[in-house]
């Protein structure tokens, strides 16, 4: 029993991980089609403080670290 927990564990703890950087990586890319009006509300959101290029290069990491970690995670869960 204590192995098939372990898994379980690790598998809630994944896609819970996974949806925290999906989530995020969304709101970079709304917050990148929202500049103008979030300038004009006062907001100081990421492509706002540092810009464009930056905010999707920011969102360009998170996704391809999205990618490596989904690889690793099942890639770990096959070896277990």
């Not at 690790?10 to 970079?28: G, H, K, N, W």
Request: aromatic share 16%.
């Amino acid at each position: 029993p204590s192995l098939f927990f372990n898994k379980l564990w690790i598998a809630i703890a994944a896609i819970s991980f996974f949806a925290f950087l999906l989530t995020l990586i969304r709101e970079v890319l709304k917050d990148m089609e929202d500049v103008q009006g979030d300038t004009e509300g006062g907001y100081h959101t990421l492509p706002i403080k540092k810009g464009l290029s930056f905010a999707k290069k920011y969102a360009q990491l998170l996704y391809a670290f999205h990618l490596l970690s989904v690889a690793a995670v099942a890639c770990r869960m096959y070896m277990i």
